[in-house]
């Protein structure tokens, strides 16, 4: 999957699968994390927040089952 680097402390890139749902963080750590069945909307909510930590934290982390590092 492509990805798309972002400004962000905690998050080096981010990218999405519209077909399948699937959501695909790289963290600056360099642990890759995909997140399965995430809608779109919080696809695009991640890359146009301020703070995209905060917002994984609060609308992605504890919400949709994961599979990682990959």
């Known amino acids: 999957m492509k990805r798309r680097q972002v400004s962000s ?3 080096k890139s981010t990218g999405y ?3 399948r749902g699937i959501l695909e963080i790289e963290f600056t750590s ?3 994390y995909r ?3 995430v809608p779109p909307y919080h696809f695009a909510g991640l890359l ?3 703070s ?3 917002y994984y934290n609060k609308y992605i982390k ?3 089952s994961f599979s990682g590092p990959l």
Request: charged content about 30%; glycine content about 14%.
């Open 17 to 19: 699968d519209p077909g």
């Open 30 to 32: 360099g642990e890759v």
């Open 35 to 37: 997140y399965h069945e």
């Open 62 to 64: 504890e919400f949709y």
């Open 48 to 50: 146009n927040a301020p």
């Open 9 to 11: 402390s905690t998050i």
């Open 52 to 54: 995209k930590g905060k």
